[in-house]
């Protein structure tokens, strides 16, 4: 651990899970902390909510696609629904900088507005501050959200089995490659759209299968390749994914293509990754695929007998090791 904080702290790599586990979890990780949910599920009255919190800290505020207040309605959401539960309520925490335009915070205030309704759930709370001038980069933002959790979920580990389906929802690394194009300033024809968007009607359409799905998770930083890693971390078990049904857009393809990136490493905000028995693989995907939001939904690969690892079979018939990333390929992305 370095003596000070680095940029790569807040990454979704190595570095983060280092800083969390040896800073946070060992101090607060006796209780739901311990296993690192999206979101903390709690009993109150007989009843099960989930709870979740997050920061917002997106350069530049707007990208295309999306700004980064629709990112943080979305971003609550999804981590809510990939924890089993029906979101239903927002908090909206506000931290400006002196100077920013106020044509701005109306964009993104419009956007909270637009994206709160289209997921049904409501901001009930909240809170604004003002920072000086230089202190904040135009806008932070903090979200929390309260849901209420899906009867028939048990998402763990412990109950994956060999032969178990990965799945995901459509395109990966849309986001990342988003945000890292309108940051350099790069102008594409057809470049890449920031695929912000909620993922709780996709959970939903599959709630009668809860009892065969194992796992869910959103792979915002550092991508597909830590989501699986932490699957597969400590584990008796393994991941194999083929490279040929991996669902990349045109866009961002081009975009790696050009810039030797591995979209396994880039931020998605409107992707699920579900871990489910193959008996109801073929069922969750008709589902998905009868949705906008899932129509590009694939298998990706299955749970093998190759403990800790995730390996890639590549398009050329050879397979390769699938780490995660030290830090971030590209740092404040949400």
């Not at 044509?103 to 501050?129: M, N, Y």
């Not at 089995?161 to 849309?174: A, F, K, N, Q, R």
């Not at 990349?248 to 591995?262: I, K, Q, R, V, Y």
């Not at 998905?288 to 079979?313: F, H, S």
Request: with cysteine; proline share 5%.
């Amino acid at each position: 651990m370095n003596d000070c904080v680095l940029l790569g702290h807040g990454g979704g790599g190595r570095l983060s899970h280092q800083l969390i586990e040896q800073e946070i979890v060992a101090r607060f990780g006796q209780g739901p902390l311990q296993t690192l949910p999206d979101a903390a599920t709690l009993e109150l009255d007989s009843r099960r909510i989930c709870f979740t919190t997050d920061s917002f800290v997106v350069h530049p505020l707007e990208f295309p696609g999306g700004n980064i207040g629709d990112l943080a309605v979305h971003g609550t959401v999804n981590d809510l629904a990939v924890s089993g539960a029906r979101p239903r309520w927002l908090s909206l925490g506000l931290i400006l900088e002196e100077g920013l335009p106020l044509a701005t915070l109306r964009r993104v205030l419009d956007s909270v507005q637009r994206a709160a309704e289209q997921c049904e759930v409501a901001v009930v709370t909240g809170d604004t501050k003002v920072v000086r001038r230089g202190q904040c980069d135009g806008l932070y933002i903090n979200t929390s959200g309260i849901g209420e959790a899906i009867p028939g979920f048990a998402l763990s580990l412990s109950r994956v089995g060999l032969g178990d389906c990965i799945l995901v929802s459509g395109p990966l690394g849309d986001h990342g490659a988003a945000v890292l194009s309108a940051r350099e300033g790069f102008q594409m024809q057809n470049g890449p759209l920031s695929d912000s968007r909620p993922v709780h009607r996709l959970v939903q359409s599959v709630a009668d299968l809860a009892a065969d799905i194992r796992f869910m998770r959103d792979p915002t930083r550092g991508g597909l390749a830590t989501v699986l890693n932490e699957m597969t971390a400590g584990q008796s078990y393994g991941i194999r994914i083929r490279a040929r049904d991996l669902p990349f857009s045109p866009g961002t393809n081009a975009l790696a293509e050009m810039l030797g990136l591995d979209l396994l490493h880039v931020a998605s905000e409107g992707c699920l990754v579900l871990l489910c028995a193959e008996s109801v693989a073929a069922a969750i995907l008709a589902r998905w695929q009868a949705l906008p939001e899932g129509v590009d939904a694939r298998a990706i690969g299955r749970v093998t007998d190759q403990a800790g690892r995730v390996i890639l079979e590549t398009a050329i018939g050879g397979q390769r090791v699938v780490d995660v990333p030290s830090g971030e390929l590209l740092p404040r992305i949400c």
